[in-house]
């Protein structure tokens, strides 16, 4: 195994020089045909050491990355409604279905007024699927009064629970149900 160079006055001066340019430990090992770890222990033995403290361009970058990542969320979210939106106007669209059919298995298609049940609600699933994600990637704004809205959509959804409720319990017991 070969010895490693000895640390040189010259490595001393060069490391101090290029600290002071606001050099990298990278760039200076770099520049020194030198480890970093070897650049390090020069700048410790430094009076006073010399510090590498990148904190507030990490920081920098960190801001500037998570801006990104938000812009980026949010063009997402804007594509999955359009994707959405798409998807929902397929639900009563004409369409053709084709499936394989009889002994031979033939491919057979038949041009229909509107997809299939089970088609639709693969749509409505899809549409509910690309809703969802767009609203946990951007979550749409409710301002003051988003619990409050909240609160009237339950107890809405509550009153209507209870009148179906109402309306099967009277064609259950032969009344009528006014509908």
């Not at 509910?128 to 809205?149: I, K, M, N, Y």
């Amino acid at each position: 195994m070969a010895r490693p160079r000895p640390i040189t006055d010259a490595d001393r001066r060069q490391v101090r020089e290029l600290h002071a340019a606001g050099k990298s430990r990278n760039e200076i090992a770099r520049a020194l045909g030198r480890s970093p770890s070897t650049v390090s222990k020069i700048a410790g033995q430094v009076d006073p050491p010399l510090a590498f403290d990148r904190a507030e361009q990490v920081e920098a970058a960190t801001r500037v990355r998570t801006a990104d990542l938000a812009a980026r969320r949010a063009a997402l979210a804007l594509a999955l409604q359009t994707d959405a939106e798409r998807l929902r106007a397929q639900l009563f669209a004409p369409t053709v279905h084709g499936e394989f059919a009889g002994k031979e298995g033939h491919w057979q298609t038949a041009n229909l007024p509107q997809p299939r049940f089970v088609d639709q609600r693969a749509i409505v699933a899809s549409v509910q699927t690309a809703v969802g994600t767009s609203l946990r990637l951007a979550p749409a704004e409710g301002g003051e009064d988003a619990g409050q809205v909240r609160s009237m959509l339950g107890a809405l959804g509550e009153a209507l629970t209870q009148a179906a409720n109402d309306d099967q319990a009277l064609d259950d017991a032969g009344g009528d149900a006014g509908g």
